[in-house]
């Protein structure tokens, strides 16, 4: 069962891949078949079955030769091992439509944020939609997700304001304030809360790797911030339990 959820997580990272392209552009994610990005040519069915397709294409058009980035099979890969961590991780299929909806959405918000530093209202609005559903099949109560709402976007409100005033830009986008609101209307108060608080530890790692190893590896310098809440927030669904253990043992 656990090798078909991961074939199923492939198939649905192929989509993503298609919604991660086409939301920052203003285009139907419904309509369209799916074209090569160079010479715009119709991709057929075999071209774009999950991974295989890329492997055995070699990574490049099979109507121009122009080559496809190992991006697209990286998210079907993921998106395939999230699915199956998801199926190990729940007991209930309430709580494996949870984690399967909560991490596809923070997969497509930290994408589209790193390609286009922007977070999509049309994401945001699905997020929102989803978490107020998932209250009914999940213990965390209506209260705690109001409560979440409320921190999350309050507290990272208050840096963008004071921020804002005291240095004259802003420590990150208004879209990340309206992120991190939708994810508590997700996750409740106490995941909010750390969500809130490891995101800028998991930002000040990665921010570090980037000083040493990006002018070698030719990765980027600069990052938006919704990448980095969007990676605390799946650690803090996954480990949330751990992490306030970790914290209690080593401070209190």
């Not at 963008?160 to 005291?166: D, P, S």
Request: glycine share 10%.
């Amino acid at each position: 069962m656990g090798i078909l959820v991961f074939l199923y997580g492939l198939i649905f990272g192929s989509f993503y891949n298609v919604v991660i392209y086409r939301i920052p552009a203003d285009k139907s994610i419904a309509k369209g078949r799916s074209m090569c990005g160079s010479c715009n040519h119709t991709l057929a069915a075999k071209d774009l079955v999950p991974v295989l397709s890329w492997v055995f294409l070699k990574a490049k058009c099979r109507y121009c030769g122009s080559k496809i980035s190992m991006r697209y099979p990286i998210i079907e890969l993921v998106t395939g091992l999230l699915f199956y961590i998801a199926y190990a991780s729940s007991g209930s299929i309430w709580e494996f439509l949870f984690y399967v909806s909560l991490w596809s959405m923070l997969l497509i918000t930290a994408m589209i944020d790193y390609d286009e530093m922007i977070i999509s209202d049309a994401v945001l609005l699905v997020f929102t939609v989803v978490g107020l559903v998932s209250i009914l099949g999940m213990k965390a109560g209506l209260l705690t997700r109001v409560y979440g709402l409320a921190f999350g976007f309050g507290f990272y409100f208050a840096i963008y304001y004071v921020a804002k005033l005291i240095y004259k830009k802003e420590a990150f986008g208004f879209g990340d304030v309206m992120l991190m609101g939708a994810l508590g209307i997700f996750m409740g108060f106490r995941d909010t809360v750390l969500t809130s608080i490891l995101s800028f530890y998991v930002a000040l790692i990665i921010i570090v790797i980037m000083k040493i190893f990006g002018k070698k590896t030719g990765l980027r310098q600069e990052i938006p911030f919704g990448p980095y809440i969007c990676i605390a927030a799946f650690l803090v669904s996954l480990y949330g339990d751990e992490i306030v253990n970790l914290y209690l043992n080593l401070f209190m």
